[in-house]
């Protein structure tokens, strides 16, 4: 069985910083693409950060240059370092990632269970 843990959110004031981490456990055999994800009250879920198993990423234009996805394939973690927080950026925060727990059969789709991000004016 395959879990995604996050860690890391929590309250910040606007222009702090936040890092946000994902760590995959289980029975794994490939981790292919991780991304971050977010959720405010009364919106749709939408797409933060991603990033290739070869470490290529996009953003959300709302977020380019201020935040940051990197991982650790060694240690299956996926991290969002967030800087210059804004109160628009307050939402709960979810880790996704594609794994095979067996290297020839096609990846599944894996949600982490969120974490709350605050930032305050």
């Known amino acids: 069985q395959v879990q995604l843990v996050e860690s890391g959110g929590g309250l910040v004031q606007a222009g702090g910083s936040l890092r946000l981490s994902c760590a995959a456990s289980g029975s794994i055999a490939v981790i292919n693409d991780m991304g971050w994800y977010r959720q405010a009250p009364g919106k749709q879920r939408e797409l933060v950060a991603f990033?290739?198993?070869?470490?290529?990423?996009n953003y959300a234009d709302s977020v380019k240059g201020r935040f940051t996805i990197s991982r650790d394939n060694a240690k299956n973690t996926v991290y969002l370092q967030m800087n210059s927080l804004k109160p628009e950026d307050t939402a709960v925060y979810y880790c996704?990632?594609?794994?095979?727990?067996?290297?020839?059969?096609?990846?599944?789709?894996?949600w982490g269970q969120g974490t709350q991000v605050t930032v305050s004016s």
């Open positions: 996704n990632a594609g794994i095979k727990i067996f290297a020839w059969r096609p990846e599944s789709d894996y």
């Open positions: 990033i290739s198993r070869g470490s290529s990423t």
